[in-house]
C-alpha cells in the first residue's frame, strides 16, 4: 500500500528509478549537445533534481522518459544560454565542397558492412572535432530542429553568422565521414 501510494502522489512517476531507466539516455542526449560530459553530467543533475522538484506537474500524457527529455532539454538550452560563446574563425584556406548550390564530389556511400552504431559513433566523433561555435549551431538546428530565430537568439549570433555556421558545419562533417568510410571501405 505505502508504494500505490508514493506513485500516485508523484503522478505516477517512479523518481527512485529514473538514473536506472533513463540516466544513459539522458547523458547521451545531453552529451551530443554540449561540449564536455562533465557539463553534460552537470545538466543532467539539474534536469533531475528540477524533475523532482516539478514532479507534480507530470500529468501523464508522455511517458515518462520523454517528460524527463523535456525537462533536460529546457537544462541544455540553459546551459548554452549561460556560456559564453566558443569564437568561430574562418581557417585563411577554408575548404566549401559546395558550388552553385550543389556539392561539387558526390558523396561516397558506404560500406554495407559499417552498421548503424558505427555511424553514430563516427557523427559523434566528427561533430567532437568542429570547433564549438560550429558544432552548436549545428546541433541546435539541425537535429534538435530549432528554428534559425531561436538558435540567433540562444548563441547571439546573426542569421547570416547561423547559415554560415550551419553551411560549414554540414560540408565538414561531410567531408570527415566521406574520408573516414572510404578508408573504411578499402579495408572491407
Known sequence: MGE???TASTGGLD???WVASHGEAMFAYARLRLPTAEAAEEVV???LLAA???RGSFDGRSSERTWLIGVLRHKVLDALRATKKAPFQLDDKEETCFCKGEYAEPMRTWP???GLKEVQESVRAALDRLPEAMRRALVLRELDGLPGKA?????DISPTNLWTLVHRGKARLRKML?????????RG
Not at 538558435?151 to 548563441?155: G, N, Y
Open 15 to 17: 523518481p527512485a528509478g
Open 4 to 6: 500505490q501510494a508514493t
Open 151 to 155: 538558435v540567433c537568439e540562444i548563441l
Open 178 to 186: 566521406s574520408e573516414e568510410f572510404a578508408s573504411t571501405g578499402d
Open 45 to 47: 543533475q539539474e534536469a
Open 112 to 114: 554495407d558492412s559499417v
Open 52 to 54: 523532482f522538484r516539478s
